[in-house]
């Protein structure tokens, strides 16, 4: 199955082991703690969110826990080519 971009091009298919479930579930589970977006290589993104629920005591996980939980959810739905293609392709790093 090939993948087809937001402008109608194909995609070829990438040889590259996906990590949708492993990041789809660690970011449900660990979300405020940043670790899903270590997994796929975002170290900045990661210590954003890591830094954001350490700083506040607490306070901020409120926050980052409804940003994994949006995207482990979107991580999940996604078939591993788009996942691949979108998230460790080409490096799409929110949502």
């Not at 090939?2 to 194909?10: A, H």
């Not at 949708?20 to 579930?25: D, F, Q, T, V």
């Not at 990661?46 to 607490?58: H, R």
Request: glycine fraction near 10%; aromatic fraction near 10%; charge should be negative.
């Amino acid at each position: 199955m090939n993948v087809i971009d937001e402008n109608g091009n194909v995609t070829p298919k990438s040889n590259e082991e996906s990590k949708r479930i492993l990041a789809g579930i660690l970011a449900i589970v660990l979300g405020p703690f940043g670790v899903h977006k270590f997994i796929l290589g975002y170290t900045t993104q990661g210590i954003i969110l890591l830094a954001s629920t350490i700083v506040t005591c607490g306070i901020g996980a409120a926050i980052t826990s409804i940003i994994g939980l949006i995207e482990g959810i979107i991580y999940l739905t996604k078939s591993d080519e788009e996942f691949i293609y979108m998230y460790q392709t080409n490096k799409k790093e929110w949502f």
